[in-house]
């Protein structure tokens, strides 16, 4: 069924969101200030069904982009950035709804990083 039309003048409500350099350093530097950062990404087949709550980076992708937060970052034992998002999927996937990603994942998959003003 088509949608209604949306009502006219209703004022908007919340913080517009801006779009950031895609530079994971700018990344990290609004997690490290305590702001979540939004990310659209192309996703994989492991990006499906993490495993033990990480999703490994594959080059093929599926047609069409999907949303998630940047909700902090870290480094595994070898010194390799991941960063750990937050999916609307729900609580079954990955952990609890969450998941890292490795550098390279947002690197190659990432379309636009964006931020609250």
């Known amino acids: 069924h088509p949608?209604?039309?949306?009502p006219v003048g209703l004022a908007l409500y919340g913080p517009q969101l801006t779009?950031?350099?895609?530079?994971?350093?700018v990344v990290r530097d609004r997690l490290a200030a305590g702001e979540p950062v939004g990310t659209?990404?192309?996703l994989t087949p492991s990006f499906m069904c993490p495993k033990?709550?990480?999703v490994m980076f594959e080059a093929g992708t599926y047609q069409g982009l999907h949303a998630v937060?940047?909700?902090?970052?870290?480094?595994?034992?070898?010194g390799q950035e991941y960063y750990l998002i937050?999916?609307?999927w729900g609580h079954s996937w990955g952990i609890?709804?969450?998941a890292w990603l490795p550098a390279i994942y947002l690197e190659h998959h990432s379309t636009?990083?964006?931020?609250?003003?």
């Open 3 to 6: 949608l209604p039309a949306l």
């Open 19 to 25: 779009f950031l350099q895609k530079d994971l350093s």
């Open 40 to 42: 659209l990404i192309a």
């Open 52 to 54: 033990n709550g990480i």
């Open 69 to 78: 937060v940047i909700v902090g970052f870290g480094l595994d034992p070898a």
């Open 86 to 88: 937050c999916n609307s």
């Open 96 to 98: 609890e709804g969450h």
């Open 112 to 117: 636009c990083i964006y931020g609250v003003a």
